[in-house]
């Protein structure tokens, strides 16, 4: 490969006269934009533990209240891109979100699309362009582009939830904005019960939809028994995972991340292939590991972490007799989308 020439190769005076004009010499940084062969992510193989971040989230519950933060949230941050960056990869950004018996979040839509998946508590809800969607354990939320939202608790107990954004890419775009409104009111009828089983709909009230996003609420129980029906009707089949797509088109169910839910038998090893996108795990139910690049981290329940494109991860379940749970996030809509999408074995 050509040894290209240094900035500092450059006489000052010709440096200076070109930084005048606004101009600058590729030739130096041509190989940081264009390394040979793969790329070299900022992003950095990372690891949220739960345990950790739950009483510093819990603090911030006394510490600020909600009319303070709007959202109160404790950012999962990726150190190789800076933590003032908020970002956990090049187009995700992840949260951890609280809200206490009573309080409410205001609603507003905005341009980046969110996603939420519930890690503790119950009686908390988000209502959607007027949907209400209740929140449980392992539920998870679409909020997509544009869309109002606020969130509200009936219950007693804290609740949490992981937010999953596509903000750091919108932001990167220079198209990130939001719009604030009254509370909204809440229309009857869930949207996951129209879709109510692979297979089947309820008539006559069943209509096919043209919205771009027909279903907001994905229910763990639902995707849980899928996870178990599949392993079950598949027993030597290595990946047991879903994808959660818009089940009028069958597309990912937003155009920036992809999600997925995905169980480990007991003592399950499972090597992912090596991809273009970074992807973010997080543990919904058991015990398991994650082996990414040359760093281990041991997950608990609710643990999240994330690992960057191009890289080696192997997920391990750690029980000998139970499943483990995943929800994993990643780019791959994006890259499919702009034709970056690549594997590599
Ligand atoms: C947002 O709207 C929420 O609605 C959470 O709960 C986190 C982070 C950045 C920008 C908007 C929410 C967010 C956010």
Known sequence: MLELGRLEDLPVAYRDALTQQNLVPLWPSLRSVLPPNIPQPKT?????????????????????????????????????????????????????????????????????????????????????????????????????????HEHGHDGDKPVVWLDVLDLPLVHYLEASYHVDRDPQAIQPGNGERQYCSGGIVPTPAFQRSDKAYPMMRYPWADTKAALQSIAADQPDQEFVQVTYINPETGADAQNILGFYALMLRPRQVLPLPVRSPAVVMHLIEGAAEARIQDETFTLEEADTCCAPGFSTVTLSNRSVDKPAFFFLADESPLHRKLGVYETRG
């Open 44 to 148: 950095r193989p990372v690891h949220w533990a739960y345990k950790a971040l739950r009483p510093l989230l819990l603090e911030a519950g006394e510490l600020t209240p909600i009319d303070k933060a709007e959202r109160r949230v404790l950012v999962l941050a990726n150190p190789g891109h800076g933590l003032e960056k908020m970002q956990a990869s090049s187009a995700m950004y992840l949260g951890m979100q609280l809200l206490m018996p009573g309080e409410w979040a205001p609603a507003h839509r905005h341009t980046p699309n969110a996603l939420r998946m519930i890690v503790e508590g119950d009686g908390a809800y988000t209502t959607v362009n007027g949907e209400k969607c209740p929140m449980s354990r392992g539920d998870l939320i679409l909020t997509p582009t544009g869309t109002w």
